[in-house]
């Protein structure tokens, strides 16, 4: 049995320690927002946090998940009122969307550790996210946004 904290509920899985962390979520837990994108971390439609780090599901194992917390796009807010989530809905980003939970998954750790991001910092930041339907000016635009909502909740 390996045990983690999945949205903050304890969960103990029969899994193999080699099985990868978004097949724990996805088809043992149930929580299907994060997306099976490539299966090599190279597209960025599965980062989920642990421990508040970015990570790409699709290859951590739960191994390295055991006894840690996780964060799906399922519990990054109670009501989807991260400022990056109503950003989004704002800016009206997603065109598909299927590469959107990932997207504002590692817009949420990026806002975190830089509040106030520049278009540099962005482009650095969500680098390792792909959107197939080319998006990126709306993402762009929605963490700026988001950067001054979060700003404004703090007054």
């Not at 009122?81 to 997603?94: L, R």
């Not at 998954?105 to 339907?133: F, K, Y």
Request: proline share 5%.
């Amino acid at each position: 049995m390996i045990q983690l904290t999945v949205n903050g509920k304890t969960e103990k899985l029969d899994v193999s320690p080699e099985m990868p962390l978004l097949w724990a979520i996805r088809d043992t837990i149930g929580l299907t927002g994060t997306k099976f994108g490539c299966g090599v971390a190279q597209c960025g439609a599965c980062v989920v946090h642990l421990d508040g780090e970015a990570v790409r599901s699709c290859v951590t194992k739960m191994s390295r998940a055991e006894g840690k917390n996780v964060v799906t796009i399922e519990g990054l807010s109670e009501n989807n009122d991260h400022p990056a989530q109503k950003a989004w809905q704002e800016i009206d980003v997603p065109q598909c969307g299927y590469c959107h939970s990932g997207q504002i998954m590692s817009a949420a750790v990026l806002l975190r550790e830089n509040p106030n991001p520049s278009d540099q910092d962005i482009d650095n930041a969500m680098a390792g996210n792909i959107c197939r339907c080319g998006t990126y000016p709306r993402i762009r635009k929605a963490i700026h946004l988001a950067s001054e909502m979060q700003e404004k909740s703090k007054t």
